[in-house]
């Protein structure tokens, strides 16, 4: 018999509106949804600065993973949403920061915008506990 799906909620305003949980696994594998640069009261962090925005993203991915009994260690695939693309190098640093020596798979691309303007990035994450 198969184990049921885990959820779990970063706490996010967004997420009962949408209908989505923060990460969802199920069996050994992890998709973290869209993260946005959101503090624990709900309110953008690091209005204009996007290296700071992507550190309280993967901070965020970090902790949803910690909560479904993984880690950063585990993340196979990333993709890096920005809406201005001139800033790939200051998030791409701070990804470095937190996968350096994990290296996943991994796309950077612009969009338009987010569901709040303030916003410059968000990231998407895939995981497989394989340990």
């Given at each position: 018999?198969?184990?049921?799906?885990?959820?779990?909620?970063?706490g996010?305003?967004?997420?009962?509106?949408?209908?989505?949980?923060?990460?969802?696994?199920?069996?050994?594998?992890?998709?973290?949804?869209?993260?946005?640069?959101?503090?624990?009261?709900?309110?953008?962090?690091?209005?204009?600065?996007?290296?700071?925005?992507?550190?309280?993203?993967?901070?965020?991915?970090?902790d949803?993973?910690?909560?479904?009994g993984?880690?950063?260690?585990?993340?196979?695939?990333?993709?890096?949403?920005?809406?201005?693309?001139?800033?790939?190098?200051?998030?791409?640093?701070?990804?470095?920061?937190?996968?350096?020596?994990?290296?996943?798979?991994?796309?950077?691309?612009?969009?338009?915008?987010?569901?709040?303007?303030?916003?410059?990035?968000?990231?998407?994450?895939?995981?497989?506990?394989?340990?």
């Amino acid at each position: 018999m198969s184990k049921p799906r885990q959820r779990v909620s970063s706490g996010s305003p967004y997420e009962p509106i949408i209908g989505i949980s923060r990460a969802v696994r199920a069996g050994n594998l992890i998709a973290v949804s869209g993260t946005a640069p959101l503090g624990p009261d709900g309110r953008t962090v690091g209005a204009g600065d996007p290296a700071a925005q992507a550190r309280r993203c993967l901070e965020i991915i970090r902790d949803a993973l910690e909560a479904l009994g993984a880690g950063l260690r585990h993340v196979h695939r990333t993709r890096t949403l920005l809406t201005r693309i001139d800033d790939w190098e200051s998030v791409a640093r701070v990804h470095g920061d937190f996968f350096r020596d994990i290296r996943p798979a991994n796309t950077i691309v612009q969009v338009s915008r987010f569901i709040d303007p303030e916003w410059l990035v968000e990231f998407e994450a895939d995981a497989m506990v394989d340990d």
